[in-house]
Nanobody, 124 residues
Framework: QVQLVESGGGLVQAGGSLKLSCAAS????????MGWFHQAPGKEREFVAA????????YYADSVKGRFTISRDNAKNTVYLQLNSLKPEDTAVYYC?????????????????WGQGTQVTVSS
């Protein structure tokens, strides 16, 4: 049974930081790209960041470049998202997802499995 469990969300002031984690189980984690998406109230789910199966190649949405960092630990079956210099517009539910392949992709349809999400709220 595949599981993706996010943690690390919370309430933080603008300019602050959070580190999200996503623990994976039920599939061969090291073979697949992983991604983070977010969804704000009343908006569609949007791509945030992705990392390939090796952890070498990453890709970010323009809105988070230079502020967020995606990483993975294949020994721990975990992917991380470090969120720095947070802004109120970063407020959303953050989801991790497992890709269908090893390469980086920004398209939600190319992700097979999704977690339940963790809420990030940034106050001004």
């Amino acid at each position: 049974q595949v599981q993706l469990v996010e943690s690390g969300g919370g309430l933080v002031q603008a300019g602050g930081s959070l580190k999200l984690s996503c623990a994976a189980s039920g599939f061969t984690f090291r073979n697949y790209a992983m991604g983070w998406f977010h969804q704000a109230p009343g908006k569609e789910r949007e791509f945030v960041a992705a990392i390939d199966y090796t952890g070498v190649n990453t890709y970010y949405a323009d809105s988070v470049k230079g502020r967020f960092t995606i990483s993975r630990d294949n020994a721990k079956n975990t992917v991380y998202l470090q969120l720095n210099s947070l802004k109120p517009e970063d407020t959303a539910v953050y989801y991790c997802a497992s890709g269908r392949w090893g390469r980086v992709t920004t398209t939600s349809s190319e992700y097979r499995y999704w977690g339940q999400g963790t809420q990030v709220t940034v106050s001004s």
